[in-house]
Protein backbone atom coordinates (compact mmCIF):
# COMPACT_ATOMS: atom_id res chain seq x y z
CA UNK A 1 0.00 0.00 0.00
CA UNK A 2 2.68 2.38 0.88
CA UNK A 3 4.70 1.27 -2.64
CA UNK A 4 1.65 2.62 -4.71
CA UNK A 5 1.15 5.61 -2.57
CA UNK A 6 4.67 6.46 -3.18
CA UNK A 7 3.65 5.68 -6.88
CA UNK A 8 0.66 7.88 -6.70
CA UNK A 9 2.68 10.63 -5.41
CA UNK A 10 5.34 10.23 -8.21
CA UNK A 11 3.04 10.40 -10.98
CA UNK A 12 1.19 13.65 -9.25
CA UNK A 13 4.39 15.66 -9.08
CA UNK A 14 5.32 14.43 -12.34
CA UNK A 15 1.95 15.67 -13.68
CA UNK A 16 2.86 19.07 -11.44
CA UNK A 17 5.80 19.87 -12.89
CA UNK A 18 5.08 18.61 -16.94
CA UNK A 19 2.03 21.82 -16.61
CA UNK A 20 4.50 24.35 -14.50
CA UNK A 21 6.68 27.24 -16.10
CA UNK A 22 9.94 25.62 -15.73
CA UNK A 23 12.75 24.74 -18.28
CA UNK A 24 12.11 23.03 -21.26
CA UNK A 25 15.39 21.02 -20.61
CA UNK A 26 14.54 19.61 -17.33
CA UNK A 27 11.94 17.34 -19.59
CA UNK A 28 14.76 16.60 -21.81
CA UNK A 29 17.11 15.41 -19.42
CA UNK A 30 14.42 13.77 -17.22
CA UNK A 31 13.19 11.53 -20.32
CA UNK A 32 16.92 9.64 -21.22
CA UNK A 33 17.02 9.45 -17.04
CA UNK A 34 13.36 7.64 -17.17
CA UNK A 35 14.31 5.55 -19.97
CA UNK A 36 16.98 4.34 -18.19
CA UNK A 37 14.87 3.77 -15.10
CA UNK A 38 12.82 1.62 -17.22
CA UNK A 39 15.52 -0.12 -18.94
CA UNK A 40 17.65 -1.01 -15.86
CA UNK A 41 14.61 -2.29 -14.07
CA UNK A 42 13.94 -4.30 -16.92
CA UNK A 43 17.24 -5.30 -17.04
CA UNK A 44 17.59 -6.45 -13.60
CA UNK A 45 14.02 -9.14 -13.96
CA UNK A 46 16.45 -11.59 -15.72
CA UNK A 47 19.65 -10.42 -15.00
CA UNK A 48 19.25 -9.71 -11.22
CA UNK A 49 16.85 -12.10 -10.32
CA UNK A 50 17.64 -14.67 -12.44
CA UNK A 51 22.01 -14.20 -13.14
CA UNK A 52 21.24 -13.91 -16.85
CA UNK A 53 22.66 -11.06 -18.58
CA UNK A 54 21.74 -9.58 -21.15
CA UNK A 55 24.28 -7.89 -23.53
CA UNK A 56 21.93 -6.69 -25.96
CA UNK A 57 19.74 -4.19 -23.81
CA UNK A 58 19.83 -1.87 -27.31
CA UNK A 59 18.33 -4.98 -29.28
CA UNK A 60 15.28 -4.58 -27.70
CA UNK A 61 15.12 -1.34 -27.01
CA UNK A 62 16.01 -0.25 -31.12
CA UNK A 63 13.04 -3.10 -32.08
CA UNK A 64 10.64 -1.04 -29.74
CA UNK A 65 11.68 2.31 -31.32
CA UNK A 66 11.17 1.01 -34.74
CA UNK A 67 8.21 -0.92 -34.29
CA UNK A 68 6.45 2.62 -33.60
CA UNK A 69 8.39 4.31 -36.24
CA UNK A 70 6.62 1.57 -38.71
CA UNK A 71 3.10 2.03 -37.03
CA UNK A 72 3.28 5.73 -37.10
CA UNK A 73 4.71 5.84 -40.89
CA UNK A 74 1.65 3.57 -41.90
CA UNK A 75 -0.88 4.96 -39.57
CA UNK A 76 -0.66 7.20 -38.21
CA UNK A 77 -0.89 5.52 -34.88
CA UNK A 78 -1.02 7.20 -31.44
CA UNK A 79 1.68 7.23 -29.04
CA UNK A 80 -0.01 4.49 -26.55
CA UNK A 81 -0.61 2.08 -29.83
CA UNK A 82 3.55 3.07 -30.90
CA UNK A 83 4.27 1.98 -27.17
CA UNK A 84 1.93 -1.56 -27.03
CA UNK A 85 3.20 -2.37 -30.30
CA UNK A 86 6.74 -1.91 -29.00
CA UNK A 87 6.24 -3.57 -26.27
CA UNK A 88 4.72 -6.55 -28.23
CA UNK A 89 8.02 -6.79 -30.44
CA UNK A 90 10.52 -6.73 -27.60
CA UNK A 91 7.88 -9.40 -25.96
CA UNK A 92 8.33 -11.53 -29.05
CA UNK A 93 12.33 -10.59 -29.48
CA UNK A 94 12.59 -12.09 -25.57
CA UNK A 95 11.07 -15.28 -26.37
CA UNK A 96 12.42 -16.21 -29.65
CA UNK A 97 16.43 -15.26 -28.08
CA UNK A 98 15.13 -17.29 -25.36
CA UNK A 99 14.33 -20.20 -26.78
CA UNK A 100 17.09 -20.25 -28.19
CA UNK A 101 19.85 -19.83 -25.53
CA UNK A 102 18.39 -19.96 -22.24
CA UNK A 103 18.60 -23.59 -21.83
CA UNK A 104 22.53 -22.80 -22.32
CA UNK A 105 24.79 -21.60 -20.20
CA UNK A 106 24.62 -17.66 -19.21
CA UNK A 107 27.55 -16.79 -21.25
CA UNK A 108 26.03 -18.25 -24.47
CA UNK A 109 22.83 -16.36 -24.02
CA UNK A 110 24.92 -13.23 -23.16
CA UNK A 111 26.88 -13.03 -26.54
CA UNK A 112 23.45 -14.25 -28.16
CA UNK A 113 22.18 -10.72 -26.96
CA UNK A 114 25.25 -9.03 -28.67
CA UNK A 115 24.49 -10.64 -31.60
CA UNK A 116 20.90 -9.72 -31.50
CA UNK A 117 21.55 -6.46 -31.48
CA UNK A 118 23.85 -6.16 -35.02
CA UNK A 119 21.70 -8.62 -36.84
CA UNK A 120 18.59 -6.21 -36.14
CA UNK A 121 20.94 -2.81 -36.91
CA UNK A 122 21.84 -4.93 -40.25
CA UNK A 123 18.20 -5.49 -40.93
CA UNK A 124 17.01 -1.75 -40.80
CA UNK A 125 19.88 -0.23 -42.53
CA UNK A 126 18.95 -2.83 -45.43
CA UNK A 127 14.81 -1.96 -45.10
CA UNK A 128 14.43 1.37 -47.26
CA UNK A 129 10.66 2.12 -45.56
CA UNK A 130 12.55 3.07 -42.40
CA UNK A 131 15.26 5.05 -44.46
CA UNK A 132 17.94 2.53 -44.03
CA UNK A 133 21.34 4.14 -42.94
CA UNK A 134 20.73 7.51 -43.24
CA UNK A 135 17.19 7.41 -41.08
CA UNK A 136 13.89 9.02 -41.26
CA UNK A 137 12.80 12.32 -40.34
CA UNK A 138 9.66 12.33 -38.20
CA UNK A 139 6.67 15.22 -38.20
CA UNK A 140 5.62 14.92 -34.91
CA UNK A 141 1.88 15.63 -33.95
CA UNK A 142 -0.09 18.18 -31.95
CA UNK A 143 0.46 18.05 -28.34
CA UNK A 144 -2.58 17.44 -26.25
CA UNK A 145 -3.96 19.43 -23.83
CA UNK A 146 -3.52 19.99 -21.05
CA UNK A 147 0.73 19.54 -22.41
CA UNK A 148 1.96 23.06 -23.71
CA UNK A 149 5.29 21.01 -25.47
CA UNK A 150 5.75 17.20 -26.84
CA UNK A 151 8.83 16.92 -24.46
CA UNK A 152 6.23 17.69 -21.10
CA UNK A 153 4.00 15.19 -22.63
CA UNK A 154 6.63 12.69 -23.58
CA UNK A 155 8.14 13.09 -19.71
CA UNK A 156 4.67 12.17 -18.10
CA UNK A 157 4.67 9.22 -20.64
CA UNK A 158 7.79 8.09 -19.47
CA UNK A 159 7.02 8.72 -15.55
CA UNK A 160 4.17 6.35 -16.26
CA UNK A 161 6.44 3.75 -17.84
CA UNK A 162 8.69 3.63 -15.02
CA UNK A 163 5.98 3.30 -12.51
CA UNK A 164 4.77 0.51 -14.46
CA UNK A 165 7.81 -1.12 -14.81
CA UNK A 166 9.05 -0.52 -11.23
CA UNK A 167 5.37 -2.58 -10.19
CA UNK A 168 6.33 -5.12 -12.17
CA UNK A 169 9.65 -5.71 -11.13
CA UNK A 170 8.38 -5.54 -7.55
CA UNK A 171 5.47 -8.12 -8.33
CA UNK A 172 7.78 -10.41 -9.74
CA UNK A 173 10.46 -10.06 -7.02
CA UNK A 174 7.60 -11.10 -3.92
CA UNK A 175 5.88 -13.42 -6.23
CA UNK A 176 6.66 -17.16 -6.89
CA UNK A 177 8.04 -15.91 -9.95
CA UNK A 178 10.79 -14.46 -8.14
CA UNK A 179 11.60 -16.93 -5.41
CA UNK A 180 11.74 -19.69 -9.05
CA UNK A 181 14.75 -17.31 -10.33
CA UNK A 182 16.36 -16.85 -7.68
CA UNK A 183 16.39 -20.68 -6.69
CA UNK A 184 17.68 -20.20 -10.44
CA UNK A 185 20.56 -17.75 -9.76
CA UNK A 186 21.51 -19.54 -6.99
CA UNK A 187 22.36 -22.95 -8.24
CA UNK A 188 20.61 -23.89 -11.35
CA UNK A 189 20.69 -27.63 -10.97
CA UNK A 190 19.50 -27.77 -7.37
CA UNK A 191 16.38 -25.75 -8.62
CA UNK A 192 15.74 -28.35 -11.61
CA UNK A 193 16.03 -31.37 -9.08
CA UNK A 194 13.58 -29.50 -6.71
CA UNK A 195 11.40 -29.34 -9.76
CA UNK A 196 11.73 -25.99 -10.31
CA UNK A 197 10.50 -25.32 -14.05
CA UNK A 198 13.88 -23.45 -14.84
CA UNK A 199 13.32 -22.95 -18.23
CA UNK A 200 9.62 -21.65 -18.34
CA UNK A 201 10.68 -18.96 -15.53
CA UNK A 202 13.74 -18.15 -17.38
CA UNK A 203 11.48 -17.88 -20.68
CA UNK A 204 8.73 -15.78 -18.82
CA UNK A 205 11.62 -13.30 -17.21
CA UNK A 206 13.00 -12.91 -20.70
CA UNK A 207 9.88 -11.95 -22.62
CA UNK A 208 8.77 -9.36 -19.43
CA UNK A 209 12.16 -8.04 -19.79
CA UNK A 210 11.75 -7.83 -23.58
CA UNK A 211 8.62 -6.44 -23.69
CA UNK A 212 9.23 -3.55 -21.14
CA UNK A 213 12.74 -2.97 -23.23
CA UNK A 214 10.72 -2.31 -25.92
CA UNK A 215 8.12 -0.22 -24.74
CA UNK A 216 10.87 2.07 -23.50
CA UNK A 217 12.27 2.62 -27.12
CA UNK A 218 8.94 3.26 -28.57
CA UNK A 219 8.62 7.17 -27.79
CA UNK A 220 12.14 7.72 -28.64
CA UNK A 221 11.76 8.32 -32.30
CA UNK A 222 9.20 10.81 -31.13
CA UNK A 223 11.31 12.58 -28.64
CA UNK A 224 14.37 13.10 -31.26
CA UNK A 225 11.70 13.52 -34.16
CA UNK A 226 14.68 11.24 -35.67
CA UNK A 227 15.35 7.48 -36.05
CA UNK A 228 18.16 6.26 -37.47
CA UNK A 229 20.16 2.70 -36.79
CA UNK A 230 22.92 3.65 -35.85
CA UNK A 231 22.46 5.54 -32.71
CA UNK A 232 19.54 3.60 -32.09
CA UNK A 233 21.28 0.00 -31.55
CA UNK A 234 24.04 1.63 -29.78
CA UNK A 235 25.74 -0.35 -27.36
CA UNK A 236 25.46 2.61 -25.32
CA UNK A 237 22.09 1.95 -24.50
CA UNK A 238 23.12 -1.68 -23.04
CA UNK A 239 26.08 -1.12 -20.88
CA UNK A 240 23.79 1.75 -19.23
CA UNK A 241 21.22 -0.61 -18.56
CA UNK A 242 23.60 -3.19 -17.32
CA UNK A 243 25.52 -1.20 -15.34
CA UNK A 244 22.89 0.59 -13.34
CA UNK A 245 21.35 -1.86 -11.52
CA UNK A 246 25.35 -3.37 -10.93
CA UNK A 247 25.51 -0.10 -9.23
CA UNK A 248 22.25 0.33 -7.43
CA UNK A 249 22.12 -3.56 -6.54
CA UNK A 250 20.65 -6.30 -8.24
CA UNK A 251 18.90 -8.01 -5.64
CA UNK A 252 15.90 -5.67 -4.66
CA UNK A 253 13.48 -3.43 -7.55
CA UNK A 254 14.89 -0.24 -6.11
CA UNK A 255 18.42 -1.29 -6.68
CA UNK A 256 18.26 -0.71 -10.76
CA UNK A 257 16.04 2.48 -9.72
CA UNK A 258 18.90 4.09 -7.62
CA UNK A 259 21.54 2.82 -10.00
CA UNK A 260 19.85 4.31 -12.87
CA UNK A 261 18.98 7.88 -11.51
CA UNK A 262 22.21 7.98 -10.16
CA UNK A 263 24.41 7.08 -13.62
CA UNK A 264 21.83 8.34 -15.83
CA UNK A 265 21.69 11.90 -14.05
CA UNK A 266 25.58 11.96 -13.57
CA UNK A 267 25.83 10.99 -17.68
CA UNK A 268 23.54 14.30 -18.39
CA UNK A 269 25.93 16.43 -16.46
CA UNK A 270 29.22 15.35 -17.90
CA UNK A 271 27.45 15.17 -21.38
CA UNK A 272 26.64 18.72 -20.54
CA UNK A 273 29.71 19.55 -18.93
CA UNK A 274 32.51 17.94 -20.82
CA UNK A 275 31.71 15.17 -23.70
CA UNK A 276 29.67 12.72 -24.72
CA UNK A 277 32.78 10.38 -25.16
CA UNK A 278 33.65 10.96 -21.31
CA UNK A 279 30.29 9.84 -20.38
CA UNK A 280 30.49 6.68 -21.81
CA UNK A 281 33.84 5.92 -20.00
CA UNK A 282 32.20 7.10 -16.74
CA UNK A 283 29.69 4.02 -16.97
CA UNK A 284 32.59 1.74 -17.61
CA UNK A 285 34.83 3.11 -14.59
CA UNK A 286 32.02 2.94 -12.55
CA UNK A 287 30.56 -0.49 -13.21
CA UNK A 288 33.98 -2.39 -13.01
CA UNK A 289 34.59 -0.12 -10.18
CA UNK A 290 31.25 -1.20 -8.74
CA UNK A 291 31.52 -4.73 -9.47
CA UNK A 292 34.73 -5.52 -7.84
CA UNK A 293 34.66 -3.02 -4.74
CA UNK A 294 30.70 -3.41 -3.91
CA UNK A 295 29.24 -6.73 -5.49
CA UNK A 296 26.00 -6.00 -3.87
CA UNK A 297 25.42 -1.95 -5.03
CA UNK A 298 24.94 0.83 -3.46
CA UNK A 299 21.82 -0.81 -1.40
CA UNK A 300 24.46 -3.44 -0.22
CA UNK A 301 26.45 -0.50 1.09
CA UNK A 302 23.87 0.80 2.87
CA UNK A 303 22.59 -1.86 4.24
CA UNK A 304 26.42 -2.38 5.69
CA UNK A 305 26.51 0.70 6.73
CA UNK A 306 22.99 -0.24 8.54
CA UNK A 307 24.16 -2.83 10.41
CA UNK A 308 27.58 -1.29 11.40
CA UNK A 309 26.19 1.83 13.38
CA UNK A 310 23.01 0.08 14.86
CA UNK A 311 25.65 -2.28 16.46
CA UNK B 1 22.40 -10.13 -57.44
CA UNK B 2 24.67 -11.53 -60.32
CA UNK B 3 25.64 -15.03 -60.01
CA UNK B 4 28.30 -16.76 -62.19
CA UNK B 5 30.66 -19.53 -60.84
CA UNK B 6 33.52 -17.05 -61.93
CA UNK B 7 32.48 -14.62 -59.33
CA UNK B 8 31.93 -18.14 -56.76
CA UNK B 9 35.45 -19.22 -57.25
CA UNK B 10 36.80 -15.63 -56.49
CA UNK B 11 34.07 -15.11 -53.64
CA UNK B 12 36.01 -18.75 -52.25
CA UNK B 13 39.30 -18.23 -52.74
CA UNK B 14 39.02 -14.38 -50.81
CA UNK B 15 37.04 -16.37 -48.26
CA UNK B 16 39.44 -19.02 -47.80
CA UNK B 17 42.14 -16.34 -47.13
CA UNK B 18 39.71 -14.10 -44.96
CA UNK B 19 39.02 -17.08 -43.35
CA UNK B 20 42.70 -18.04 -41.72
CA UNK B 21 42.66 -14.35 -40.70
CA UNK B 22 39.55 -14.76 -38.82
CA UNK B 23 40.84 -17.79 -37.02
CA UNK B 24 44.30 -16.42 -36.31
CA UNK B 25 41.91 -13.48 -34.50
CA UNK B 26 39.85 -15.55 -32.27
CA UNK B 27 42.72 -18.23 -31.80
CA UNK B 28 43.62 -16.22 -28.33
CA UNK B 29 39.92 -16.04 -27.70
CA UNK B 30 40.13 -20.04 -28.11
CA UNK B 31 42.55 -20.37 -25.54
CA UNK B 32 41.08 -17.80 -22.73
CA UNK B 33 37.27 -18.52 -23.29
CA UNK B 34 37.49 -22.14 -24.68
CA UNK B 35 39.80 -24.04 -22.40
CA UNK B 36 40.19 -21.37 -19.42
CA UNK B 37 36.37 -20.71 -19.59
CA UNK B 38 37.14 -16.89 -19.00
CA UNK B 39 34.36 -15.04 -20.20
CA UNK B 40 36.60 -12.39 -22.25
CA UNK B 41 34.63 -10.31 -23.87
CA UNK B 42 36.83 -7.86 -23.87
CA UNK B 43 39.45 -10.06 -26.15
CA UNK B 44 38.72 -7.92 -29.45
CA UNK B 45 38.57 -4.66 -27.31
CA UNK B 46 42.23 -5.93 -26.59
CA UNK B 47 43.21 -6.81 -29.95
CA UNK B 48 42.39 -3.46 -31.65
CA UNK B 49 44.49 -1.93 -28.20
CA UNK B 50 47.33 -3.62 -30.22
CA UNK B 51 46.38 -2.55 -33.56
CA UNK B 52 46.53 0.90 -32.35
CA UNK B 53 49.97 0.18 -30.56
CA UNK B 54 51.35 -0.96 -34.09
CA UNK B 55 50.13 1.78 -35.82
CA UNK B 56 52.62 4.10 -32.86
CA UNK B 57 55.55 1.92 -33.32
CA UNK B 58 54.75 2.34 -37.57
CA UNK B 59 55.30 5.51 -37.11
CA UNK B 60 58.92 5.21 -35.97
CA UNK B 61 59.36 2.97 -39.15
CA UNK B 62 58.66 -0.57 -37.75
CA UNK B 63 57.42 -2.83 -39.90
CA UNK B 64 53.73 -3.61 -39.00
CA UNK B 65 54.78 -7.68 -38.35
CA UNK B 66 57.65 -6.30 -36.38
CA UNK B 67 55.33 -4.08 -34.38
CA UNK B 68 53.00 -7.25 -33.68
CA UNK B 69 55.66 -9.24 -32.64
CA UNK B 70 57.79 -6.89 -30.40
CA UNK B 71 54.18 -6.08 -28.72
CA UNK B 72 53.50 -9.98 -28.08
CA UNK B 73 55.63 -9.88 -24.67
CA UNK B 74 54.14 -6.83 -23.67
CA UNK B 75 50.57 -7.81 -24.15
CA UNK B 76 51.32 -11.13 -22.54
CA UNK B 77 52.31 -9.44 -19.48
CA UNK B 78 49.33 -7.21 -19.72
CA UNK B 79 47.41 -10.83 -19.73
CA UNK B 80 48.99 -12.46 -16.98
CA UNK B 81 48.10 -9.18 -14.17
CA UNK B 82 44.65 -8.72 -15.89
CA UNK B 83 44.22 -12.53 -15.12
CA UNK B 84 45.87 -12.39 -11.72
CA UNK B 85 43.31 -9.27 -11.28
CA UNK B 86 40.29 -10.95 -12.52
CA UNK B 87 41.32 -14.42 -10.54
CA UNK B 88 41.49 -11.97 -6.89
CA UNK B 89 38.68 -10.45 -7.68
CA UNK B 90 36.15 -12.99 -9.54
CA UNK B 91 37.06 -16.67 -9.10
CA UNK B 92 38.20 -16.95 -5.74
CA UNK B 93 35.02 -15.31 -4.14
CA UNK B 94 33.15 -18.40 -5.85
CA UNK B 95 29.78 -17.47 -5.97
CA UNK B 96 28.09 -15.05 -8.74
CA UNK B 97 31.10 -14.49 -10.38
CA UNK B 98 29.23 -15.10 -13.95
CA UNK B 99 27.55 -11.97 -13.85
CA UNK B 100 29.63 -10.04 -12.34
CA UNK B 101 32.70 -11.43 -14.42
CA UNK B 102 30.74 -11.10 -17.80
CA UNK B 103 29.97 -7.34 -16.45
CA UNK B 104 33.57 -6.97 -15.30
CA UNK B 105 34.62 -7.93 -18.96
CA UNK B 106 32.15 -5.77 -20.68
CA UNK B 107 33.12 -2.82 -18.76
CA UNK B 108 36.69 -3.42 -19.46
CA UNK B 109 35.92 -3.52 -22.97
CA UNK B 110 34.54 -0.23 -22.98
CA UNK B 111 36.84 1.67 -20.70
CA UNK B 112 39.65 0.28 -23.32
CA UNK B 113 37.33 1.55 -26.71
CA UNK B 114 36.85 5.07 -24.49
CA UNK B 115 40.51 4.89 -24.13
CA UNK B 116 41.43 4.65 -27.61
CA UNK B 117 38.55 7.53 -28.92
CA UNK B 118 40.22 9.98 -26.33
CA UNK B 119 43.94 9.02 -27.25
CA UNK B 120 43.43 9.05 -31.31
CA UNK B 121 40.04 10.20 -32.19
CA UNK B 122 36.97 8.34 -34.06
CA UNK B 123 39.31 8.79 -37.58
CA UNK B 124 40.56 5.95 -39.36
CA UNK B 125 44.07 4.54 -38.82
CA UNK B 126 46.02 2.68 -40.93
CA UNK B 127 49.82 1.54 -41.85
CA UNK B 128 51.83 1.95 -44.39
CA UNK B 129 53.82 -0.82 -45.24
CA UNK B 130 55.02 -2.16 -49.09
CA UNK B 131 52.88 -5.53 -49.05
CA UNK B 132 49.85 -2.76 -48.38
CA UNK B 133 48.28 -1.59 -51.18
CA UNK B 134 49.49 -3.99 -54.23
CA UNK B 135 48.62 -7.09 -54.76
CA UNK B 136 49.92 -10.48 -56.85
CA UNK B 137 48.07 -10.56 -60.34
CA UNK B 138 46.90 -14.66 -60.71
CA UNK B 139 45.79 -14.89 -64.52
CA UNK B 140 42.30 -13.15 -63.75
CA UNK B 141 42.20 -12.48 -59.83
CA UNK B 142 44.34 -10.00 -58.35
CA UNK B 143 45.01 -11.29 -54.49
CA UNK B 144 45.81 -8.30 -52.23
CA UNK B 145 49.70 -9.05 -50.71
CA UNK B 146 48.13 -8.21 -47.35
CA UNK B 147 45.68 -10.96 -47.53
CA UNK B 148 48.19 -12.98 -48.41
CA UNK B 149 50.81 -11.87 -45.21
CA UNK B 150 47.70 -12.21 -42.60
CA UNK B 151 46.79 -15.88 -44.16
CA UNK B 152 50.32 -16.68 -43.50
CA UNK B 153 50.89 -15.39 -39.77
CA UNK B 154 47.41 -17.07 -39.53
CA UNK B 155 48.90 -20.40 -40.59
CA UNK B 156 51.66 -20.06 -38.69
CA UNK B 157 50.24 -18.60 -35.76
CA UNK B 158 47.79 -21.72 -35.54
CA UNK B 159 50.41 -24.79 -35.95
CA UNK B 160 52.90 -23.01 -33.28
CA UNK B 161 49.93 -22.76 -30.83
CA UNK B 162 49.01 -26.13 -31.81
CA UNK B 163 51.86 -27.97 -31.30
CA UNK B 164 52.69 -26.04 -28.49
CA UNK B 165 49.45 -26.89 -26.43
CA UNK B 166 49.88 -30.57 -27.62
CA UNK B 167 53.60 -31.49 -27.51
CA UNK B 168 55.09 -29.30 -24.48
CA UNK B 169 54.94 -29.70 -20.79
CA UNK B 170 52.78 -26.62 -20.01
CA UNK B 171 50.70 -26.62 -22.88
CA UNK B 172 49.71 -30.09 -22.16
CA UNK B 173 49.05 -28.62 -18.04
CA UNK B 174 47.03 -25.92 -20.16
CA UNK B 175 44.69 -28.48 -21.30
CA UNK B 176 44.73 -30.72 -18.42
CA UNK B 177 43.81 -27.47 -16.24
CA UNK B 178 40.68 -26.96 -18.83
CA UNK B 179 39.86 -30.56 -18.58
CA UNK B 180 39.80 -31.29 -14.93
CA UNK B 181 41.32 -28.38 -12.67
CA UNK B 182 41.18 -30.57 -9.27
CA UNK B 183 42.61 -33.02 -10.50
CA UNK B 184 45.84 -31.36 -12.00
CA UNK B 185 45.53 -29.92 -8.03
CA UNK B 186 45.94 -33.42 -6.99
CA UNK B 187 48.83 -33.72 -8.76
CA UNK B 188 50.65 -30.80 -7.02
CA UNK B 189 50.64 -28.40 -9.83
CA UNK B 190 49.18 -24.97 -9.06
CA UNK B 191 46.53 -24.43 -11.61
CA UNK B 192 46.23 -20.74 -11.20
CA UNK B 193 49.60 -20.71 -12.32
CA UNK B 194 49.16 -22.53 -15.59
CA UNK B 195 45.35 -20.47 -15.98
CA UNK B 196 47.51 -16.71 -15.72
CA UNK B 197 50.72 -18.42 -18.23
CA UNK B 198 47.49 -19.32 -20.44
CA UNK B 199 45.86 -16.11 -20.54
CA UNK B 200 48.95 -14.26 -21.09
CA UNK B 201 49.34 -16.36 -24.01
CA UNK B 202 46.20 -15.86 -25.24
CA UNK B 203 46.72 -11.85 -24.59
CA UNK B 204 50.26 -12.11 -26.39
CA UNK B 205 48.69 -13.62 -29.47
CA UNK B 206 46.18 -11.02 -29.47
CA UNK B 207 48.78 -8.02 -30.05
CA UNK B 208 49.91 -10.01 -32.93
CA UNK B 209 46.18 -10.53 -34.49
CA UNK B 210 45.51 -7.18 -33.88
CA UNK B 211 48.78 -6.04 -36.27
CA UNK B 212 46.97 -8.26 -38.63
CA UNK B 213 43.46 -6.46 -38.22
CA UNK B 214 45.11 -3.22 -38.81
CA UNK B 215 47.32 -4.54 -42.27
CA UNK B 216 43.95 -6.19 -43.33
CA UNK B 217 42.27 -2.54 -43.43
CA UNK B 218 42.11 1.09 -41.46
CA UNK B 219 40.88 0.67 -37.88
CA UNK B 220 38.89 2.66 -35.79
CA UNK B 221 37.82 2.72 -31.78
CA UNK B 222 34.52 0.92 -32.18
CA UNK B 223 35.66 -1.76 -34.04
CA UNK B 224 35.95 -4.52 -31.34
CA UNK B 225 32.18 -4.33 -31.34
CA UNK B 226 31.91 -6.50 -34.60
CA UNK B 227 34.88 -8.31 -33.43
CA UNK B 228 33.23 -9.33 -30.53
CA UNK B 229 30.52 -11.83 -33.64
CA UNK B 230 33.45 -12.58 -35.76
CA UNK B 231 35.55 -14.04 -32.57
CA UNK B 232 33.04 -15.80 -30.56
CA UNK B 233 31.09 -17.32 -33.99
CA UNK B 234 34.14 -18.83 -34.62
CA UNK B 235 35.46 -19.83 -30.75
CA UNK B 236 31.79 -21.30 -30.53
CA UNK B 237 32.02 -23.16 -33.77
CA UNK B 238 35.26 -24.66 -33.49
CA UNK B 239 33.89 -26.19 -30.36
CA UNK B 240 35.21 -24.59 -26.91
CA UNK B 241 39.34 -25.21 -26.90
CA UNK B 242 39.73 -26.95 -30.25
CA UNK B 243 42.97 -25.18 -32.09
CA UNK B 244 42.19 -27.18 -35.81
CA UNK B 245 39.10 -26.24 -35.08
CA UNK B 246 39.32 -22.88 -34.70
CA UNK B 247 41.07 -22.67 -38.17
CA UNK B 248 37.91 -24.71 -39.88
CA UNK B 249 35.49 -22.59 -38.06
CA UNK B 250 37.34 -19.21 -39.56
CA UNK B 251 37.38 -20.66 -42.95
CA UNK B 252 33.34 -21.42 -42.71
CA UNK B 253 33.41 -17.74 -41.76
CA UNK B 254 35.68 -16.33 -44.33
CA UNK B 255 34.02 -18.25 -46.49
CA UNK B 256 30.72 -17.40 -46.14
CA UNK B 257 31.11 -13.83 -45.33
CA UNK B 258 33.42 -13.26 -48.64
CA UNK B 259 30.18 -14.96 -50.60
CA UNK B 260 27.77 -12.48 -48.58
CA UNK B 261 29.89 -9.55 -49.43
CA UNK B 262 29.87 -10.50 -52.99
CA UNK B 263 26.60 -11.69 -53.80
CA UNK B 264 24.30 -9.21 -51.37
CA UNK B 265 26.06 -5.95 -50.99
CA UNK B 266 28.77 -4.78 -48.11
CA UNK B 267 25.77 -3.68 -45.84
CA UNK B 268 24.61 -7.60 -45.07
CA UNK B 269 28.24 -8.62 -44.40
CA UNK B 270 28.66 -7.39 -40.94
CA UNK B 271 25.28 -9.89 -39.84
CA UNK B 272 26.88 -13.17 -41.37
CA UNK B 273 28.94 -13.60 -38.15
CA UNK B 274 26.35 -13.05 -35.53
CA UNK B 275 23.58 -14.88 -37.42
CA UNK B 276 26.23 -17.41 -37.74
CA UNK B 277 26.36 -17.24 -34.23
CA UNK B 278 23.15 -17.41 -33.41
CA UNK B 279 22.40 -20.53 -35.56
CA UNK B 280 25.02 -22.29 -34.11
CA UNK B 281 24.20 -21.52 -30.82
CA UNK B 282 20.70 -22.76 -31.68
CA UNK B 283 21.19 -25.76 -33.38
CA UNK B 284 24.65 -26.92 -32.30
CA UNK B 285 26.14 -25.34 -29.24
CA UNK B 286 29.09 -27.74 -28.63
CA UNK B 287 30.31 -26.91 -31.78
CA UNK B 288 31.05 -28.51 -35.31
CA UNK B 289 34.63 -29.96 -33.97
CA UNK B 290 34.09 -29.82 -30.31
CA UNK B 291 35.39 -32.17 -27.44
Same mark, same amino acid.
Given at each position: MKFWISCLVVALAAGGLAISGINEYFFFAAFVVLTYIVLATAWNILGGYAGYVNFGTSAFF????????????????PLAVQIAAGALTGAALGFGVGVMTLRLRGIFFAIATVAVVFIMETLMINW???????????????????????????FVVMTLMAITAVGIARYIQTSWLGRGLRAVRDSEEA?????????????????????????????????????????????????????????????????????????????????????????? =????? =?????????????????????????? | MIFSFDLLFEAVLFGVLLGCFYAAVSIGLSVSFGLLDVPNVAHPAVMIVGSYFTYVLCSYGFDPIVAGVVLMPVF???????????????? $??????????????????????????????????????????????????????????????????????????? @???????? $???????????????????? @??????????VSALAGAMVIIIGPVEPAMDRIFIGRTFCVVVLAGLGS?????????????????????????????????????????????????
Open positions: GAGAYAAVVLFQALGARYVGGATGLQLQRPEVMAPFTTYARMLAEANGVPTLRLKLIACVVSGALMGAAGAPMPMYLSFIEPASTFSLNYAIGALAAPMIGGTIHWLGPVIGAIVLASLQQIVTVTISGEINV =LVVGV =LLVLFVILAPDGILGLFRKWLKSSSR | FVLGVLLYRFYYESFE $KRGTEAGVRGLAFFFGIAFILEIALILGFGVDQRSVQAEYIGSSWELGEYRIPYRMLVAFGVALVLTASLTLYLS @KTFTGRAI $KAVAQDEPALRLMGANPVRI @KQWAFGIATGMTGTLGAGLILGISESIVLMFFGASWAPAVAFGLLLIVLGIRPQGLFGR
